[in-house]
Nanobody, 122 residues
Framework: QVQLVESGGGLVQAGGSLRVSCAAS????????MGWFRQRSGKEREFVAG????????YYADSVRGRFTISRDNAKNTVSLQMNSLKPEDTAVYYC???????????????WGQGTQVTVSS
């Protein structure tokens, strides 16, 4: 069992940066791939970034590649998403999630946090 709690959301101007983090409980965190998803108002939840259990592999959605960076610290049971050059269309609730195998489909993820709101003003 893995419990996930996101933090770090907030309001930022377009072009700015924000870092959201996810703290995990449970001794098996390092065996899980981790992902960040987001859900914009009126839209389906979408994949943003993912990282393998070791951190050796990362994947990004085309819309955020080059602007966002996912990282993890298995010693601290945390995964983070550094978001730079933010755009108003990045406004969404951001969720972290854990999966046995790294993937882009939200159906592959077993555990989810409660989400944190990120709002980018124009």
């Amino acid at each position: 069992q893995v419990q996930l709690v996101e933090s770090g959301g907030g309001l930022v101007q377009a072009g700015g940066s924000l870092r959201v983090s996810c703290a995990a409980s449970g001794r098996t965190f390092s065996s899980y791939a981790m992902g960040w998803f987001r859900q914009r108002s009126g839209k389906e939840r979408e994949f943003v970034a993912g990282i393998s259990w070791s951190g050796a592999r990362t994947y990004y959605a085309d819309s955020v590649r080059g602007r966002f960076t996912i990282s993890r610290d298995n010693a601290k049971n945390t995964v983070s998403l550094q978001m730079n050059s933010l755009k108003p269309e990045d406004t969404a609730v951001y969720y972290c999630a854990a999966a046995k195998i790294l993937g882009l489909d939200f159906g592959a993820y077993e555990y989810w946090g409660q989400g944190t709101q990120v709002t980018v003003s124009s």
